[in-house]
């Protein structure tokens, strides 16, 4: 669970990813790798984030998602994302576990 604070503005979120069966490295160097998140419950997608890795870090199955300005301008609560890679041959990947956070209002 990640714990963020409503409004602000440059929160990252670092994920390796990696084949559940062998855990090798996925080199995401040749994929757009995008994190969806949405409101716990709800299937409205609120935003889509995506992977600001340097390339030697995605060849390394790094992926680095920044809450840029506005998108943690939202309700208080618990929200659920996906990380999704879908590379140029066409084929996409999912990453199995949700990514799970709590927004807390900002004083």
Excluded: C, H, W
């Amino acid at each position: 669970m990640l714990y963020l604070v409503q409004g602000d503005v440059g929160t990252q979120v670092r994920a390796t990813i990696t084949e559940n069966d062998t855990g090798d490295i996925v080199d995401l160097s040749d994929s757009t790798t995008v994190l969806k998140f949405r409101k716990k419950g709800v299937s409205t997608v609120l935003a889509t984030l995506t992977n600001q890795s340097s390339s030697e870090d995605s060849a390394l199955g790094i992926a680095t998602f920044i809450f840029g300005n506005g998108v943690l301008n939202i309700d208080p609560g618990n929200y659920e994302g996906e990380i999704e890679s879908t590379f140029s041959d066409g084929s996409v990947k999912t990453v199995y576990e949700k990514v799970e956070f709590s927004l807390r209002e900002d004083f």
